[in-house]
């Protein structure tokens, strides 16, 4: 079962996006690259808990 995860900027930690994920295959955390409207560019965005 797809799980909804929410992805925190590592920068300026607004939560900027919603995304799902499959439990089973993932158990980290996932990361990803993504922009950020706040800082204005791109930064690292990681699963918040």
């Known amino acids: 079962m ?3 995860v929410i992805l925190v ?3 300026c930690l607004s939560r900027n996006y919603q ?3 499959n ?3 993932s158990k980290d955390r ?7 409207p706040r800082c204005n560019k ?3 965005h990681k ?3």
Do not use: G, P
Request: net charge positive.
């Open 9 to 11: 900027c590592t920068e």
């Open 30 to 36: 996932l990361e990803m690259m993504k922009f950020c």
């Open 2 to 4: 797809r799980e909804k």
């Open 23 to 25: 439990k089973q295959t």
């Open 47 to 49: 699963e918040s808990k």
């Open 42 to 44: 791109h930064t690292l």
């Open 19 to 21: 995304t799902t994920k």
